[in-house]
Each structure stands twice: as C-alpha cells, then as structure tokens.
C-alpha cells in the first residue's frame, strides 16, 4: 500500500460579485411586482427577503458569482450563460480547468503524467460525455476521466476515491476536479435558498508519496471517510425525466425543479451528524478533537460550523482552529472547505493534523484526515 498525499491545490475564483444588498434589493422588487398581481387576485402576500437576516442567519455578506450579467435582473433572475457549441470547451469545463492548471503548477507536475481526472462536483453540466474527459483533453492528461457527485461532499468523497486508487497502486496520480457554478441552478426568486451560494472552483492533485520531488510542505493523506443517509431536505428535481412529467413536453419548466432545501432542518440533522462523525473517525485514529490542529469545515453556514466545533472540542474554536471563508465568497457548495484548507494552512507546523470535512445533499458527509510534511 502507497503512502498518499496531496501534492497540489488550485482554486480559482471568479472576480465578479453580488452584496447581500444587491441580492435583496433585486428579490424585493420582485416581490412588490409579483404582490401586486396577488393582491389583485386577493391571495396571501409573498414576505420580503432582508440582508440582516441573510448575516445574521448565514454568514454570508458577499459572493462571487462566475456571471452577473442577468442575476438582478427582476424580469430575468438567472445567470445569463449563452449556450456553446458541441465543438467548444464548455463552461464547466472551462470553470475546472482553471483551478486544474493551478493545483499542476502547485505541485509541479506535467499533465502527461496524470493517469485520472475525477470531475467531482454538487452539479454537472451534462450526463455525458462526462465534463472530466472534457477536461481530460483540455489538459493533456492521460488514462481515464470520470465524474462523480454527492452534493457538497462531492470533493470529499472524490478525494476518498482517489486515495483509495491511489493508495492501492491502481492509478498514480489523480486529478479531482470541482467546478461548481451554483449559481446556475440557484432559485433567485426562492426567499429560503437565494442568499445562500456563490460560484469557485477547485482541484487536488493526489499522488503517491514516492512518485514526485520533495513534497515538505504539502499533506499526507492519513485516512478519508464518506458517510451517507437519504433525506429530501435539500434537493433538486432536475434531471432527464422532467419532460416526460410535464404536459407540454416541448417546454421545461425550471420554477420547483431547482435546488431546495429545508434550511432549519439541514441545519439541526447535519450539525449532529457531523459532530458525530469527526468524533469516531477521530476515535478510529486513537485521536481527539483536541488534536486537530485546524479544521477546514464545509462553508455552509457560520453559525452551524460554530456549533459542530463546540460539540466535537466542548468549547468554541477560534477562526485559527476553524477558519471560514463563507463571509465573503457565499457557500461554494463542495468547493469551500477545499477553499478554506488552500486558504488557512501555510502556518501549519510539520506534523501538525488538520481535518477537511464537508456535509450536505444526500445526506452526506465525507472527511480526510491530513498530515502536514
Ligand atoms: C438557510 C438558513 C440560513 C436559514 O436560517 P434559519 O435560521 O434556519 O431560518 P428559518 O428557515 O428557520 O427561518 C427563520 C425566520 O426567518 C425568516 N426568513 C427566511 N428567509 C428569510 C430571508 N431571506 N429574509 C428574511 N427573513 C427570512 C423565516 O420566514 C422565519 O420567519 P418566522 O420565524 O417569522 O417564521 C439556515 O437554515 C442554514 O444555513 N441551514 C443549513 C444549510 C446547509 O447547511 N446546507 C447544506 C449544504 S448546501
């Protein structure tokens, strides 16, 4: 069996971005058109959304958004994204390979000598062919490409198949690739959900120990783990058989079959579940809570990483313990806790632990415990 590591992080970050104040500002005159013709009909008014209740109960002040153009338009409320032809790099694609491109010159390494690219993202643009060969061809890797999904876990649960394969021999080095464009399957008129995302992508280079040149600085793979367990209460209805459900098959109807969730929900399961699962995963390893040098948490939500830290150590972790990154770039879905370990690691001491744990649709939540070499 291979020692595993990390040996290389990319992130990219688009520069446009929304306030918490723009975004509102645009729902809220949806709202007084849409309240209008309500009150017209004698129907129950529609509440308006309000950027104190957004950073009181989010976190999030500000995100950045891969397009702009389109998002506050009232009459409009979605990214405008102009379709590409089959014979051009597609957006998600393009959104991957620029963080791919950065986790390389990371870690140094020539795209030839990459034998997997694993697309690991909360949506995908197409079923197929999968983006990940997309990317495949557009780097210059060899050997196969395949995408994969687990909502927010995706990442995470990419790295953990990538760790096994490598770990195991069957592949050398593995690209996990998460390009996540939220924004374009986000409900800008839903009061529950509009607050909530923002766009990045991301990619971890993972390799075995021996196969490349001095890698002091970068993080061993000690152990990943996925966990599972089936709820509704974030979910998205999108998906192949939306025509077929529809009377007018020639039309789709996107109101109802975008993300959704039960926020107060989410907010109370997974915050148990994950405490629960830092602390076995931890216990499996002879470990505590307490030994963790840095946790780079899923970037959800503020106040629900607040209170898995205060479960899992019996105290409150400070930013240095648990950095966020969700105040200014919104929840990046499976792209976040990736953002917060590239971000918050570079004090780190050799042989300090760190913990990346993500949690979301599905349930799901998946973790890896690292090593700084
Ligand atoms: C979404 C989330 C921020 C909402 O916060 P919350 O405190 O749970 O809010 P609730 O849905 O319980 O609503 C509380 C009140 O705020 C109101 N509210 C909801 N959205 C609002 C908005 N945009 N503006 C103003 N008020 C709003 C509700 O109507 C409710 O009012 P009431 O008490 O008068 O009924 C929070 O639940 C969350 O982040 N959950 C976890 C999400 C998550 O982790 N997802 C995982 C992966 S993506």
């Given at each position: 069996m291979q020692r595993v590591i990390i040996s290389g992080i990319g992130v990219e970050i688009p520069e446009s971005t929304i306030t918490n104040d723009e975004l509102v500002a645009s729902f809220n005159d949806w709202i007084d058109q849409k309240n209008v013709a309500l009150a017209a009909a004698g129907e129950p008014l529609l509440a308006k959304s309000d950027s104190d209740f957004i950073v009181y109960a989010s976190g999030v002040k500000n995100r950045h958004v891969?397009?702009?153009?389109?998002?506050?338009d009232v009459d409009r409320m979605a990214p405008r994204i102009p379709a590409r032809g089959d014979d051009e790099l597609s957006v998600m694609a393009e959104f991957g390979v620029k963080s791919a491109k950065r986790a390389l010159d990371h870690a140094g390494v020539?795209?030839?000598?990459?034998d997997m690219v694993i697309c690991a993202a909360?949506?995908?643009?197409?079923?197929?062919?999968a983006i990940a060969i997309e990317i495949q061809q557009a780097l210059g890797t060899s050997g196969a490409a395949f995408d994969m999904g687990l909502g927010c876990s995706s990442a995470a649960a990419g790295l953990h198949v990538a760790t096994s394969l490598v770990r195991t021999g069957a592949q050398k080095r593995v690209l996990v690739v998460t390009p996540e464009i939220i924004t374009g399957h986000?409900?800008?008129?839903?009061r529950q959900t509009h607050f909530i995302f923002g766009d990045a992508s991301t990619s971890m280079l993972v390799e075995g120990l021996?196969?490349?040149?001095?890698?002091?600085?970068r993080f061993e793979v000690l152990d990943t783990r996925s966990w599972t367990q089936f709820s509704n209460n974030i979910r998205t209805n999108?998906?192949?058989?939306i025509r077929d459900g529809q009377?007018?098959?020639s039309v789709v109807e996107m109101e109802g079959n975008m993300i959704k969730q039960v926020g107060n929900k989410v907010f109370k399961e997974v915050t148990v579940a994950a405490h629960r699962f830092i602390a076995a995963f931890l216990a499996d390893h002879?470990?505590?809570?307490?030994?963790?040098?840095?946790y780079w948490l899923h970037q959800a939500n503020g106040r629900m990483n607040a209170m898995i830290m205060k479960l899992t150590l019996g105290h409150e972790a400070d930013e240095d313990r648990a950095p966020m990154v969700?105040?200014?770039?919104?929840?990046?879905?499976?792209?976040g806790a990736i953002i917060a370990m590239k971000q918050y690691h570079e004090d780190m001491e050799p042989g300090d632990h760190g913990l990346l744990c993500a949690f979301g649709a599905g349930y799901s939540i998946g973790a890896a415990l690292l090593r700084k070499m």
């Amino acid at each position: 069996m291979q020692r595993v590591i990390i040996s290389g992080i990319g992130v990219e970050i688009p520069e446009s971005t929304i306030t918490n104040d723009e975004l509102v500002a645009s729902f809220n005159d949806w709202i007084d058109q849409k309240n209008v013709a309500l009150a017209a009909a004698g129907e129950p008014l529609l509440a308006k959304s309000d950027s104190d209740f957004i950073v009181y109960a989010s976190g999030v002040k500000n995100r950045h958004v891969l397009v702009r153009d389109g998002i506050l338009d009232v009459d409009r409320m979605a990214p405008r994204i102009p379709a590409r032809g089959d014979d051009e790099l597609s957006v998600m694609a393009e959104f991957g390979v620029k963080s791919a491109k950065r986790a390389l010159d990371h870690a140094g390494v020539d795209p030839a000598s990459i034998d997997m690219v694993i697309c690991a993202a909360s949506h995908q643009q197409r079923p197929y062919p999968a983006i990940a060969i997309e990317i495949q061809q557009a780097l210059g890797t060899s050997g196969a490409a395949f995408d994969m999904g687990l909502g927010c876990s995706s990442a995470a649960a990419g790295l953990h198949v990538a760790t096994s394969l490598v770990r195991t021999g069957a592949q050398k080095r593995v690209l996990v690739v998460t390009p996540e464009i939220i924004t374009g399957h986000l409900n800008f008129r839903d009061r529950q959900t509009h607050f909530i995302f923002g766009d990045a992508s991301t990619s971890m280079l993972v390799e075995g120990l021996g196969e490349g040149k001095s890698r002091s600085g970068r993080f061993e793979v000690l152990d990943t783990r996925s966990w599972t367990q089936f709820s509704n209460n974030i979910r998205t209805n999108f998906g192949f058989l939306i025509r077929d459900g529809q009377e007018n098959p020639s039309v789709v109807e996107m109101e109802g079959n975008m993300i959704k969730q039960v926020g107060n929900k989410v907010f109370k399961e997974v915050t148990v579940a994950a405490h629960r699962f830092i602390a076995a995963f931890l216990a499996d390893h002879g470990m505590t809570p307490q030994d963790i040098r840095r946790y780079w948490l899923h970037q959800a939500n503020g106040r629900m990483n607040a209170m898995i830290m205060k479960l899992t150590l019996g105290h409150e972790a400070d930013e240095d313990r648990a950095p966020m990154v969700l105040e200014k770039l919104g929840n990046t879905a499976a792209a976040g806790a990736i953002i917060a370990m590239k971000q918050y690691h570079e004090d780190m001491e050799p042989g300090d632990h760190g913990l990346l744990c993500a949690f979301g649709a599905g349930y799901s939540i998946g973790a890896a415990l690292l090593r700084k070499m």
